[in-house]
């Protein structure tokens, strides 16, 4: 089934155009800069060249008219009619405590991740844009929601309650609700593949390291601990997140500095986690690169993030009674040997050793292991499919919407 999954960002669109049954991507792109003077686009064919061009985009609805565009577009040969594609699955970040799984989305639904919209003001707006866009041109096929957070409905309440007077939890629903469920999920699956324990014995560790980063502990084929928690802000050291810090600190610095609410907001998402840390950048391997040249602060970055990496590891090692396998995904878990390495370095009290030759030997894209043969707990580098969680959910659910009398 030819799916067409939908990524929304405050000011940018991702797509990716699936056929869900070879499990194979026919088209992807991203429009980014979205009401800025020039949004910038690229539409990557899996069957041609990559196209670049830069344009005033004003709104999410003049973005997806732009992929509908090219995809449509005679001269590119990639969808010949809008009746082609048979669903839309669409990401959005927080389902709250409602949505267990993936759903079709019908009017109830969107109500629903609107009333999320409280608990991820970043995120769900544009997913919601994204959804309204979407639906005008493509109007009669299944839409799907596919919940960054639905993954870790699993957590025991253990994990997943604050230290906070119970009421609040009752009365706001305020509680661990982890994201990047999808990635969590797939690579999971990727090593269950490969082990012949059945999956309801097995103990993973999945390391989402990216711009955005977060842990998840996986215990018979569930989550039942991750380290971002009621927001995507908590847990590990990102790009320009802060990760777990003492709550106290928000109290100190309104008072020192004075800051209005927002501003606080901004310095926590913004400008914090390894951008803060160093000064200097929120990407990874700018950071690498000015270490090696020398710059304190960039390794300082580099240490702290590894350091949260291995605390995480450590407490989740200790949560499961220990591990079958850590799996490293995302732009730095994929791509990076140094963190890999840093992470793990010293863990060979838990059973985890790294072969290094292995590990600087991963190639991009290539699900690699890189622990020794020795080792008892496995270590893998394992490319992560977001989209293809949410093609193939999107499709199932079309499928059984179409087969179902009451829709
Ligand atoms: P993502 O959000 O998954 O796209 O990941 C983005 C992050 O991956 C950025 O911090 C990049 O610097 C980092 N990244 C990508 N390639 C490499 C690499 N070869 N070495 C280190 N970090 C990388």
Redesign the pocket.
């Known amino acids: 089934m030819l799916v067409l999954v939908i990524n929304c960002g405050s000011s940018s669109v991702k797509y990716d155009l699936i056929e869900t049954k070879l499990e194979k991507g026919i088209c992807k792109g991203i429009i980014e800069r979205i009401g800025a003077v020039t949004s910038i686009i690229k539409h990557q064919p899996e069957n041609g060249k990559t196209v670049k061009d830069t344009k005033a985009i004003n709104n999410h609805s003049e973005a997806l008219q732009e992929i509908m565009n090219y995809l449509l577009s005679p001269e590119n040969q990639i969808v010949n009619s809008p009746s082609d594609i048979k669903a839309v699955g669409h990401r959005v970040v927080h389902g709250g405590e409602m949505f267990k799984d993936s759903v079709l989305i019908e009017d109830n639904v969107l109500e629903a991740i609107e009333q999320a919209i409280d608990l991820a003001p970043l995120h769900n707006p544009p997913n919601l844009k994204g959804i309204q866009a979407a639906q005008k041109y493509l109007p009669d096929v299944p839409h799907v929601a596919v919940f960054d957070t639905a993954f870790h409905h699993s957590l025991p309440a253990e994990a997943y309650l604050y230290g906070i007077p119970n009421r609040l939890y009752r009365r706001y629903k305020i509680r661990k609700y982890g994201f990047h469920g999808t990635s969590h999920y797939f690579v999971s699956r990727q090593f269950y593949k490969l082990t012949n324990k059945p999956v309801e014995e097995t103990k993973v560790i999945s390391c989402h390291l990216?711009?955005?980063a977060s842990i998840a502990a996986i215990k018979g084929g569930k989550s039942i601990d991750t380290s971002m928690g009621f927001t995507p802000l908590s847990g590990l050291v990102m790009?320009t997140r802060c990760g777990d810090i003492d709550p106290s600190i928000l109290f100190y610095l309104v008072e020192k500095e004075e800051l209005p609410l927002n501003n606080l907001h901004a310095l926590l998402n913004r400008h914090s986690g390894l951008l803060g840390l160093s000064g200097y950048a929120?990407?990874?391997?700018d950071l690498?690169a000015e270490a090696k040249n020398g710059d304190r602060r960039c390794q300082q970055a580099i240490d702290v993030f590894c350091y949260k990496v291995k605390q995480h590891i450590g407490s989740y090692m200790a949560s499961m009674n220990g591990c079958d396998a850590i799996l490293f995904t995302?732009?730095?878990g994929e791509?990076?040997p140094l963190?890999r390495s840093k992470s793990l370095a010293n863990l060979n009290f838990m059973g985890i050793e790294i072969d290094e030759e292995k590990n600087n030997a991963v190639k991009s894209g290539v699900l690699t292991k890189i622990s020794t043969d020795d080792s008892p707990v496995a270590v893998y580098v394992v490319p992560t499919n977001e989209e293809l969680v949410i093609a193939i959910d999107a499709a199932k659910i079309a499928q059984a919407s179409a087969q179902s009398p009451w829709i």
């Open positions: 990216g711009n955005g790009g929120a990407d990874m391997r690498i995302a732009g730095i791509n990076s963190i």
